[in-house]
T-cell receptor, first 115, second 115 residues
Framework: DTAVSQTPKYLVTQMGNDKSIKCEQNLGHDTMYWYKQDSKKFLKIMFSYNNKELIINETVPNRFSPKSPDKAHLNLHINSLELGDSAVYFC??????????????FGPGTRLTVL | QKEVEQNSGPLSVPEGAIASLNCTYSDRGSQSFFWYRQYSGKSPELIMFIYSNGDKEDGRFTAQLNKASQYVSLLIRDSQPSDSATYLCAVNIAPSSNTGNQFYFGTGTSLTVIP
């Protein structure tokens, strides 16, 4: 069974379009995250949700809007796509309760290419 | 974005040698520290974590933590070509039951093990 899954795996679209990436985890975790990884491999946190509540929103443009319908899902909607949005987007999850030894489990990534 | 810094490399070592990867962090509230390995085109996978000062060994890997110097390192003994990957350092800052675990990543170090 896949622990953290993302769809789609690849997304190619034109500038100005709106697109969504879906993430689901079946680990029973309370915290979910979205990361953006650029071509230099820097993994930058965008959002984190704990028990469906937004915790981190790291200077991300308003064009990015996360939505967590329940603890197992955290979707990312992007409006008016720009060339600079091209990257690999990773979803991750972690057990809650804030234990310091909790690791993150990552999805396979979604490679977004904006033309 | 909390500051977590790594030498971007690339770091090249011959097969069988020790590879040393370093990471510094700025937030003294950081509670635990994780090393992830990421192969090209894949998602990060956990190697090991540490949260107490000193050394922690797991097979060929040793993590070292010095909270006073805000420094964490990863040593890979008997390096193998299969260890060639990007290594990401992550810190978990001030986790709590309300916010969950908040992870911030360094820029990654590219390691190449030469046969």
């Amino acid at each position: 069974d896949t622990a953290v899954s993302q769809t789609p795996k690849y997304l190619v679209t034109q500038m100005g379009n709106d697109k969504s990436i879906k993430c689901e985890q079946n680990l029973g975790h309370d915290t979910m995250y979205w990361y953006k990884q650029d071509s230099k491999k820097f993994l930058k946190i965008m959002f984190s949700y704990n028990n469906k509540e937004l915790i981190i929103n790291e200077t991300v443009p308003n064009r990015f809007s996360p939505k967590s319908p329940d603890k197992a899902h955290l979707n990312l909607h992007i409006n008016s796509l720009e060339l600079g949005d091209s990257a690999v987007y990773f979803c991750a999850s972690s057990q809650g309760q804030g234990a310091i030894y909790n690791e993150q489990f990552f999805g396979p990534g979604t490679r977004l290419t904006v033309l | 974005q909390k500051e977590v810094e790594q030498n971007s490399g690339p770091l090249s070592v011959p097969e069988g040698a020790i590879a040393s990867l370093n990471c510094t962090y700025s937030d003294r509230g950081s509670q635990s520290f994780f090393w992830y390995r990421q192969y090209s085109g894949k998602s990060p996978e956990l190697i090991m974590f540490i949260y107490s000062n000193g050394d922690k060994e797991d097979g060929r890997f040793t993590a070292q933590l010095n909270k006073a110097s805000q420094y964490v390192s990863l040593l890979i003994r008997d390096s193998q070509p299969s260890d060639s990957a990007t290594y990401l350092c992550a810190v978990n800052i001030a986790p709590s039951s309300n916010t969950g675990n908040q992870f911030y990543f360094g820029t990654g170090t590219s390691l190449t093990v030469i046969p």
